[in-house]
T-cell receptor, first 115, second 114 residues
């Protein structure tokens, strides 16, 4: 079974703090994604990576950065957390074999509250 | 870019009845349409998908239909059961937008009433 794990299920941070969200997958997938999930807005792509040290901006990258130093690990960084970044963050991974039509496997999510 | 609209946002049905969730997309080049189910406390999980060269696909109690002309696709769940209660997301894959970026709909919270 594919397993995508996220370092925390719940996080509470203060405005201005630097926040690290970690994601690890165990299926040797090339692609990894970070989404945020907000009620009524669905899943919005923040960043994705299709290889080690490679990254591409998604639809809402402002205020975020990412790091992929190893194939299995993809980190999301909030440089200076703000209250409007309070959200559910979902990590996903997929293979690159089918040119975009592969299943994305999601982690359980990290619910972040910024006070 | 691609835009996916999903309706309704909430849906409540009696156990045993059918449920239908509809999505429309804007980019006629989109060629892959997956549906994900998110149970409470979990990440979304793929339940069924359809490619643009197919009009309908079934898997036991769930089916997806695609109308390329009208640019809409729908999820049908028959004989609903309590375990079908979840949030469902549709998505579209527009190849022109780059590598493997799905565009998701807003989600539908489905509640099955016993």
């Amino acid at each position: 079974d594919v397993k995508v794990t996220q370092s925390s299920r719940y996080l509470v941070k203060r405005t201005g703090e630097k926040v690290f969200l970690e994601c690890v997958q165990d299926m040797d997938h090339e692609n990894m994604f970070w989404y945020r999930q907000d009620p009524g807005l669905g899943l919005r792509l923040i960043y994705f990576s299709y290889d080690v040290k490679m990254k591409e901006k998604g639809d809402i990258p402002e205020g975020y950065s990412v790091s992929r130093e190893k194939k299995e690990r993809f980190s999301l960084i909030l440089e200076s957390a703000s209250t409007n970044q309070t959200s559910m963050y979902l990590c996903a991974s997929s293979t690159r074999a089918g040119g975009g039509q592969e299943t994305q496997y999601f982690g359980p999510g990290t619910r972040l509250l910024v006070l | 870019g691609e835009n996916v609209e999903q309706h309704p946002s909430t849906l409540s049905v009696q156990e045993g009845d059918s449920a239908v969730i509809k999505c429309t997309y804007s980019d006629s080049a989109s060629n892959y349409f997956p549906w994900y189910k998110q149970e409470l406390g979990k990440g979304p999980q793929l339940i069924i998908d359809i490619r643009s060269n197919v009009g309908e696909k079934k898997d036991q109690r769930i089916a997806v239909t695609l109308n390329k002309t009208a640019k809409h696709f729908s999820l049908h769940i028959t004989e609903t059961q309590p375990e079908d209660s979840a949030v469902y997301f549709c998505a579209a894959f527009p190849p022109a937008q780059g590598a493997q970026k799905l565009v998701f709909g807003q989600g539908t919270r489905l509640t099955i009433n016993p």
